[in-house]
């Protein structure tokens, strides 16, 4: 990847993460296109040349983490099992990155559940999570049909893991948003990739 295009991957994720940042803050209605472009160091233009709107930009680290997530899935050794390939991936993607280490001021984890929780429950950032949604298990369908010799055009396969790996994600950030971000989100979804794998065994129940 050349210079030019690894400075335009950083400004998408640099304005990505300003977009979520002030929005769990302020509240959606509370944040402008300048005030995220700004957060960035860029002009409200440079937004414009990425993203057409809060949302997009909002859903856009969604979708860039589960991009890479099938780029590292494809980038597996190929004779690991693939559930430990998946898990792999997957949770690397849970580590933040240099845009959000770049902040290092955060507000109260509680508060930023709760912010999270707001944005999340905004109509047009659902349509917009959804839109990237679909992009992203055609990814990850694509790359686990390369590793199981499978075809996502014809085969279920390869969708349906690509479904329960996005199920597992977002299952696990309902559960890290309802403990007010105290617990490890590397550790709830690999337990819930772990459960995937395992088939899904029914809890024990308590005598």
Do not use: C
Request: net charge negative; aromatic share 4%; proline share 7%.
């Amino acid at each position: 990847m050349g210079l030019r295009e690894q400075k335009k991957q950083a400004t998408r994720a640099a304005l990505s993460w300003a977009a979520v940042r002030l929005i769990v803050e302020r509240g959606a209605e509370n944040v402008l296109v300048e005030d995220i472009a700004a957060a960035a160091g860029v002009s409200p233009r440079t937004f414009n040349n990425y993203f057409s709107s809060k949302g997009e930009a909002v859903a856009a680290r969604h979708l860039d983490r589960h991009l890479q997530l099938a780029a590292d899935l494809r980038a597996r050794p190929a004779g690991e099992p693939l559930w430990t390939a998946i898990t792999a991936a997957a949770t690397a993607q849970t580590t933040p990155g240099p845009e959000v280490t770049a902040h290092p001021q955060h507000p109260d984890p509680a508060e930023w559940a709760a912010g999270i929780r707001a944005m999340m429950a905004s109509p047009g950032l659902q349509a917009e999570m959804l839109r990237a949604g679909v992009r992203a298990e055609a990814e990850i369908a694509a790359a686990v049909a390369a590793r199981t010799g499978t075809d996502p055009s014809r085969d279920l396969y390869p969708t349906l893991v690509a479904g329960a790996i996005t199920a597992a994600h977002n299952a696990a950030q309902q559960q890290f948003v309802a403990h007010d971000a105290s617990v490890s989100m590397t550790d709830l979804l690999r337990e819930a990739l772990s459960l995937l794998a395992a088939g899904l065994p029914e809890p024990a129940r308590e005598p």
